[in-house]
């Protein structure tokens, strides 16, 4: 192809298997230093460096020096759906890697996406959304309605903080298990973080898995009711 964007490139970029480890390593929000990525690509810290240097120079990750070390993160939340994109593309052609394990149910049922909540429980929430008039639009363009925006601030969220910065407050994503959209954007971080700072859910140590409270089911099942 002699002009338009060079898909080639970034496939070539994720499509090694260690450089495509590392990217979904920091799929959970988390910095993290050469040394951890290369444990989780199962490599020494050298080739791990140099494989870092061409995700930085690509556009994937982004790095930040703290005292001697650097930390790495996924260069925006577009990266991280694009992954989220690609792990349902690959899942639903059968290229699946290894047999589900003991956290796979745990990761289906809700897990972290980059910074916003996926699998059952991220669909959920935004089908909720929907059936409530809260959410409207188009699957791939959804749009926060006056009855959602009541919603979010009496839930203790703060709606100008969120409309006030650079991000889209709503976004689709599309969901690797569930096949379906879920909801990003900074009004799906700012529901997951709602979670999170209240003690209803915590993030499983090791893993993007969501784990949510006795207290935290029941708050999430009474802000986001199963449709009729």
Known sequence: MSEGPDIARLAALIGDPARANMLLALMDGRALTATELAGAAGIGLPTASSHLAKLDEGGLLTQRKQGRHRHFTLADPSVGRMIESLMGFAASRGHVRHKAGPKEPA??????????????????????????????????????????????????????????????????????????????????????????????????????????????????????????
């Open 107 to 228: 990761l289906r049922k809700a897990r972290v996406c980059y910074d916003h909540l996926a699998g059952d429980y991220g669909v959920r929430m935004l089908d909720s959304l929907r059936a409530a008039g809260a959410i409207v639009g188009e699957e791939e363009h959804p749009q926060l309605t006056s009855l959602g925006e009541a919603l979010v601030c009496d839930n203790g969220i703060d709606l100008a903080g969120l409309k006030a910065q650079r991000r889209p407050l709503c976004r689709a994503c599309l969901d690797w298990s569930e096949r379906r959209i879920h909801l990003s954007g900074s009004l799906g971080k700012a529901l997951l973080t709602h979670f999170l700072d209240h003690g209803y859910a915590r993030r499983e140590s090791g893993s993007r898995a969501i784990v949510f409270s006795p207290e935290g089911e029941r708050r999430f099942a009474a802000m986001f009711p199963l449709s009729s």
